[in-house]
């Protein structure tokens, strides 16, 4: 099982120092506490040191373009730092935000391209993927239960409850139609099974 490495700890660094001051959405709670989640997920599964650094890292490129930082300086940086795999891992869980030619994506066609990317994404990638969808589920699920006010929760994402249920639905069914069935899988269709009941 992956344990603490200095490895794992530069790319909590790294994270923290490109997340500086981002918060997750609707809430107060620093960006990092996500993307720590997942790296637990992870290693909870017993994931390799590079799934467990890309889930650290699965964010940086894709919500950290600003502040004098491109797309391509950020995926320079990764890939010098925490070698191809990781990089390929964390740029096949990016959404993107122009298509090949250019154009920008509507949220979602971004959406759309990121599910046919899982076709060709490795394993790793595929093992983030999950892992984030585990932890958004699951902190929507805990956050519906400590409310009495659920369109505070569903209101925190874009077009609410149902497009919020359909986007993880679409990625755990692609997934598994990719041929993903690692065990994380079970946790991830149970917890998106629990969020359209709610």
């Known amino acids: 099982m992956t344990g603490y490495s200095d490895r794992i700890n530069h790319a909590f660094a790294f994270a923290a120092k490109h997340h500086d001051r981002q918060v997750r959405k609707g809430t107060r709670l620093p960006y990092l506490t996500q993307p720590a989640n997942v790296a637990i997920i ?44 990781v990089l390929g891992a964390v740029l096949a869980v990016t959404k993107r935000r122009l298509d090949d030619d250019g154009v920008e994506f509507s949220r979602d066609e971004a959406r759309a391209d990121y599910l046919a990317r899982l076709v060709d994404a490795g394993e790793l990638a595929r093992w983030v993927c999950a892992a984030d969808k585990v932890h958004h589920a699951g902190t929507i699920l805990a956050d519906l239960g400590r409310t009495i006010d659920a369109d505070s929760v569903w209101g925190r994402f874009h077009g609410g409850r149902d497009r919020t249920l359909v986007w993880h639905r679409g990625v755990c069914d692609r997934l598994k139609a990719v041929g993903f069935d690692a065990p994380i899988m079970s946790e991830l269709t149970y917890l998106v099974d629990r969020l359209a009941s709610v």
Request: aromatic share 6%; proline share 0%; charged share 30%.
């Open 42 to 85: 992870l290693t909870r599964y017993g994931c390799v040191e590079d799934a467990v650094v890309a889930g650290i890292l699965h964010d940086v490129i894709e919500d950290c373009v600003r502040n004098g930082w491109s797309r391509d300086a950020l995926e320079e940086r990764i890939g010098s730092k925490f070698g191809a795999e």
